[in-house]
């Protein structure tokens, strides 16, 4: 008899932060804090801090794969969070990947993995992170994730558009392409200005001529949380739920209770001290409240 993992198995692909505010570094703490067993294979070394990136290493395509076959060659995955892909040749290696990984469960009668795709394509400046060529792989390995998380700059960029100025504009932006891709779609509204930052869950729905045009939408509304301490806010919700899903019964749940738990980290993020800069949200907030530490059980 087959015994159940006593914690979902989830597996980051994501860069760097060795200050350990976003990237794999980060998805790791979001893993733990939902009570998964966190994994990680690196796509790029960053030289980073909460100033911002100073220098970026791609070992390349070739140690990609070596590293995703390492992991899925002895660890059965319940659950893929993909974050930055850093180039095309990347992108499409895991895209190789994960087909390979989905054709062999099946085969062996069990299901794929849960994938959330965090489209890391524009920095908070603005600035492009990756050529015309990746970020069309990028869109094609959208296609193959169960949900997407973007930004509103990314789900722009996805979309070919401008990015969009109001709540409306991007709820268009994201029925569209839950549309075009199949894939659900997770808004973030963080980019946006006033009292509150709502996020919604965009399923597509399959209908008589293929997916329905409206899909379904499911409002996440919060008090936006007034600090500048949000490095990594994209990493650590779209690992969150990735490290849910397993655990819970469907999308929406899994990305209520992650959005719920992020404002909890960012409320809490000031008190870390961490960085001159945009510092880090603190993954740990529900565990052990900064300031705090717990006294170790006696021996014997």
Known sequence: MTLAPARPRVLSIAGTDPTGGAGIQADLKSFCAHGAYGM????????????????????GPAFLRAQL????????????????????PNARE?????????????????????????????????????D????????????????????????????????????????????????????????????????TSPDALVEPVPGASGVDVDGRVTVF????VATRHTHGTGCSLSAALAALRPQRASWAEAAREAKVWL???????????VGGGRGP???LHALVPAGQTRTPEPVG
């Open 94 to 130: 895991i895209g190789a990947w994960l087909d390979d990984l989905a054709a062999s469960r099946r085969s062996a009668g069990g299901a794929p993995p849960y994938v959330v795709l965090d489209p890391v394509m524009v920095a908070t400046s603005g600035h492009r992170l990756l």
């Open 221 to 224: 509304d919060a008090v936006r």
């Open 132 to 195: 015309v060529g990746a970020e069309q792989a990028v869109r094609e390995l959208a296609a193959r994730a169960d949900v997407l998380t973007p930004n509103l700059p990314e789900l722009g960029v996805l979309r070919g558009a401008a990015t969009a100025a109001t709540w409306d504009e991007s709820l268009e932006q994201a029925r569209a392409f839950a549309r075009e891709s199949g894939s659900a779609v997770l808004l973030k509204g963080g980019h946006l200005h006033g009292a």
């Open 40 to 59: 990680a294979v690196t796509t790029a070394l960053v030289a980073q801090n909460t100033h911002g990136v100073r220098s970026v290493h791609v070992p």
């Open 281 to 283: 949200v603190d993954h």
């Open 69 to 88: 076959d390492a992991v899925s060659d002895d660890v059965e995955i319940d659950a893929v969070k993909i974050g930055m892909v850093a180039d095309e």
């Open 263 to 273: 404002s909890g980290a960012l409320r809490a993020a000031e008190a870390l001290r």
